[in-house]
């Protein structure tokens, strides 16, 4: 009678010890299940993925039914993969047995894969169907001929290019220049010397510039700065600014800093308008016009393109920022911070495919759409999933989207043109489009940019191009923005001539 008290503490004891021993169970296999699900089942080591990597895979296809990746061949019972442009990496990404999935291959490996489904009931009819998983094939919005043809005229500088139908959202070309090829990396046999060689690469191929580098924009950013003055009406197409011309050969003095604008010989002798400051690509009237709209208006409409957050797309992607300080000026500052960010220089970064954006929603009259990579995705049952344009929001009325549409056109087919924009200019179309000449650090040459769209009034293509420290806009980006419009208007679009 006297043990009995000790035993019922020794198995309260034991039971607490279970009760513990269950509780970390239960509490690891909820985090493997939850928090680590993603990394593990992507970890090219787990058995699912050798599984994976021996089932069928869909196909990656153009905006025309090219095939740009499908599975080639079997080596040891493993399927590998066949990237026959590899233009098309920073798109489609790769898969590797070794190193996992990039792009669009990890983005859609379950649709791909035939593990997520695409019909009615989805992943709930799964059992009662005939086969475990259905493949499915991806259609892209992107032209695999105007893809190359970028990568081509890029060749081998560093740069981006991105081509989007301002519409719809849909991306036509996504470059990034220096590029790599898939093929070696889905290679066993290639994959871990290649992988090397790209970290080598001082040029990081790897890295996609189109949607993650950020760069100083330089004057393309004027045209953010001219919808957020149209928008506040602190500023109209007419708008002038008095002391101006004398500021344009003795500098714009603001707290003892020269605001100066690139030597020119036109349009000395009097005030600039909105579209002749465009045209002229004029520092000096830009930052009047920011300084008039004020931070506040600034930041806020850039914020309505896009600015300050990660694009959404199907891609990892890099926030925009306008400025990235917390200065009593709405985080600039001082009046000449926000100057110099009103033209493009400053705390100002941004992705080309955020300049893109910009371009698409002046085209699109003030509106702007989500950009989109995928057109549809067809299962091998013929269940199908189609994208539809998805409106993101009116970023500026429809006037005055207009008004710098206009200014854009004049930019490219102005009097004055030929030594700024007017390189981009298309045969026969009435084009829009801005230079940009981005200043860097002393002893390091500018970045050439290129914004525009055409036809200007009912666009079909907006394209925008950076070249990396490769001067003047009008002396690369801006010609090789104009041809690619070209190419596009007049050879590779649906409805372009023969």
């Not at 489904?117 to 989805?122: D, F, H, K, V």
């Not at 992988?195 to 080598?200: E, I, N, P, S, V």
């Not at 989109?372 to 006037?399: F, H, N, Y």
Request: proline letters at 6%; glycine letters at 12%.
């Amino acid at each position: 009678m006297n043990g009995a008290p000790g035993i019922g503490s020794g198995l309260l004891r034991v039971g607490l010890v279970v009760c513990i021993a269950y509780a970390l169970i239960f509490a690891g296999a909820g985090w493997l299940q939850v928090v680590e699900a993603g990394p593990l089942s992507a970890d090219p080591r787990n058995p699912l993925q050798l599984v994976a990597a021996r089932a069928p895979r869909g196909r990656i296809l153009d905006v025309r039914g090219v095939v740009v990746a499908d599975n080639a061949r079997a080596v040891d019972g493993l399927r590998l993969r066949r990237y026959a442009h590899p233009a098309m990496a920073p798109i489609t990404g790769y898969v590797s047995i070794i190193f996992g999935t990039a792009g669009l291959e990890r983005t859609y490996d379950r649709q791909l894969t035939g593990v997520a489904r695409l019909g009615a009931g989805g992943d709930l009819l799964r059992k009662f169907r005939s086969r475990a998983s259905d493949p499915a094939d991806l259609h892209l919005s992107v032209d695999v001929r105007l893809q190359e043809l970028a990568a081509r005229l890029l060749g081998n500088q560093r740069g981006a290019v991105v081509a989007i139908e301002p519409s719809t959202g849909r991306i036509l070309a996504l470059v990034s220049t220096p590029g790599y090829d898939p093929q070696q990396l889905a290679d066993p046999a290639t994959a871990a010397a290649y992988l090397a060689t790209l970290g080598d690469d001082s040029g990081a191929p790897l890295l996609d510039r189109a949607t993650q580098g950020r760069y100083v924009p330089g004057s393309v950013f004027k045209l953010v700065t001219g919808a957020a003055g149209l928008e506040s009406g602190a500023i109209r197409s007419d708008t002038t600014f008095a002391d101006q011309p004398v500021e344009s050969r003795r500098g714009f003095r603001l707290d003892g800093f020269r605001i100066q604008d690139a030597p020119r010989s036109v349009q000395l002798d009097q005030p600039l308008d909105l579209s002749e400051a465009l045209e002229v690509s004029s520092n000096i009237w830009f930052a009047h016009a920011g300084l008039a709209t004020g931070a506040g208006t600034l930041l806020e409409v850039a914020s309505r393109f896009g600015f300050g957050s990660a694009i959404a797309l199907d891609l990892p992607t890099a926030s925009s920022q306008l400025n990235g300080g917390d200065g009593p000026l709405d985080g600039f500052a001082d009046r000449l911070e926000l100057a110099n960010a009103s033209y493009g220089q400053a705390e100002v970064l941004t992705t080309p495919l955020q300049m893109a954006l910009v371009a698409a929603a002046i085209a699109n009259g003030g509106v702007l759409v989500r950009p989109t990579l995928v057109d549809q995705i067809v299962s091998r049952d013929g269940d199908e999933s189609r994208t539809s344009p998805t409106r993101i929001g009116r970023v500026m009325s429809a006037t005055n989207a207009a008004t710098l549409r206009d200014a854009m056109v004049q930019a490219v087919q102005g009097r004055y043109a030929a030594d700024y924009a007017g390189g981009a200019r298309v045969s026969g179309v009435r084009t829009a489009g801005k230079s940009g000449t981005a200043q860097l650090a002393p002893g390091q040459a500018p970045h050439s940019w290129f914004v525009g769209f055409a036809p200007a009034d009912a666009p079909r293509i907006a394209v925008v191009v950076i070249v990396e420290n490769a001067g003047s806009g009008s002396s690369r980006a801006v010609p090789l923005g104009g041809r690619l419009m070209s190419a596009w208007l007049k050879r590779f679009a649906p409805d372009s001539a023969p």
